[in-house]
């Protein structure tokens, strides 16, 4: 009898382990970050370029290229606008211009209409990713505002995507991608301003340096946290701390028109 309990104790243990390890290991990823994933998987990038960063030659256009997602405020003024670009290929008012369609129909390249081909869901994502990537919302204090543009000359955002906002991938990393900086996983790695400053310093935090499980996870991933503890400046750290807290207080939930 106290043989067959045991075995149901250490069943019950094991399966417990194998849900928790489960969660911990389940992606946990912000709407931007899922944008970047959906645009990656429905072609954007052929014409925008990787990330929307550079966009291809479009002959005919007067601009003469496809604009890059950096440009967005030149061709979207708002959310809802950037929602009608993906959605239907263009906003009411430029479709209502019979400048823009005879410019467009000039032109060699035309954005597709995605609104029959993607989810609700999936369509906001794709919003948050192209806000994000043209650096709205900005902030507007002026320490998180200087703490973004030094982490821009550091480079940090080389890994953390533009403006720490999304999750490359890392194999071999503990979730398999870089944390963003305003995503669910940055508080298991960051806990206070001590450990990041310990972080940016000394490219690890001390509590994952005392883990060997930590550790091990650490340094089989490719792409590691240096340290910056030569490169900083002072004030570096207040302001870009100041930074990491505007972007985790942002909104989470974008409400549809906003």
Not at 28 to 39: D, H, I
Request: hydrophobic share 40%.
């Amino acid at each position: 009898m106290m043989r067959r309990l045991l075995v149901l104790i250490s069943a019950a243990t094991l399966v417990a382990a194998f849900f928790v390890a489960a969660s911990l290991l389940r992606p946990r990823l912000t709407p931007a970050e899922r944008g970047r994933r959906v645009a990656e998987a429905n072609g954007c990038y052929s014409c925008h370029g990787a990330e929307g960063a550079k966009g291809i030659s479009n002959p005919g256009r007067a601009d003469r290229t496809v604009p890059s997602f950096g440009a967005l405020m030149m061709y979207a003024k708002n959310r809802d606008q950037v929602r009608e670009w993906i959605r239907d290929g263009v906003t009411k008012a430029r479709s209502e211009s019979k400048t823009w369609r005879a410019e467009r129909a000039r032109g060699t390249l035309r954005m597709p209409a995605y609104g029959k081909r993607l989810t609700g869901r999936e369509i906001e994502d794709l919003v948050d990713f192209v806000l994000a990537v043209a650096g709205e919302p900005a902030p507007d204090d002026s320490l998180a505002a200087a703490g973004l543009e030094r982490a821009t000359q550091l480079g940090c955002f080389g890994c953390h995507g533009a403006g720490a906002r999304f999750a490359r991938p890392n194999p071999g990393s503990f979730k398999g991608y870089v944390p963003p900086w305003d995503g669910p996983d940055f508080p298991d790695l960051v806990r206070d301003r001590a450990e990041f400053d310990e972080w940016v310093e000394e490219g690890v935090s001390r509590r994952f340096a005392a883990n060997p499980i930590a550790t091990y996870l650490l340094r089989r991933a490719p792409l590691r946290m240096p340290a910056y503890r030569k490169q900083l400046q002072p004030g570096d750290l207040n302001s870009m701390w100041a930074y990491v807290l505007w972007l985790r207080g942002l909104p989470k939930i974008t409400p549809m028109g906003a």
